[in-house]
């Protein structure tokens, strides 16, 4: 008999981040607490804080960061509704790529390499991260 996995599905305004990945668990920031949900588990629907969400893919683990939504789960289906959401491997790339720019031109960077539309929303989510892990870091000394 075959494993029972979830199929995961990532959605925000933008688009589909991804698209039923399978996985054997996902774990979520739900406003109540880190939620964790395996196949077979009870069809439900939470609403989702700024954190970082876990799952598996292929026996890697993935980590996306998840700014407020809500996750729905219905038959070992995971639809995650999110405003936003970042996988952690391409936000650390794009980090890499800023800073061989800036390696390259000795800390300038030219008008032909910078969209300020772009650095601001990355600014912006940068600082939602930071927000949420400065909550988290205040949570677990409180306990």
């Known amino acids: 008999?075959?494993?029972?996995?979830?199929?995961?599905?990532?959605?925000?305004?933008?688009?589909?981040d991804i698209s039923d990945v399978s996985t054997d668990e996902v774990i979520v920031p739900a406003e109540n607490g880190m939620l964790g949900i395996k196949p077979g588990h009870a069809p439900l629907v939470a609403m989702l804080?700024?954190?970082?969400?876990?799952?598996?893919?292929?026996?890697?683990?993935?980590?996306?960061?998840?700014?407020?939504?809500?996750?729905?789960?219905?038959?070992?289906?995971?639809?995650?509704?999110?405003?936003?959401a970042e996988l952690a491997e391409e936000m650390e790339l794009e980090a890499g790529i800023q800073a061989e720019r800036k390696k390259k031109n000795n800390g300038v960077v030219k008008g032909d390499d910078l969209n300020l539309d772009e650095a601001d929303s990355m600014i912006k989510r940068s600082i939602e991260v930071l927000n949420n892990l400065r909550k988290n870091a205040k949570s677990r000394g409180s306990r």
Request: aromatic share 10%; no cysteine.
């Open 49 to 84: 804080k700024a954190g970082t969400m876990k799952y598996n893919e292929a026996g890697t683990e993935k980590t996306f960061d998840i700014f407020k939504g809500f996750a729905e789960v219905f038959d070992d289906k995971v639809l995650v509704l999110a405003v936003g």
């Open 1 to 16: 008999m075959a494993e029972q996995k979830l199929l995961l599905t990532i959605l925000t305004p933008e688009g589909t």
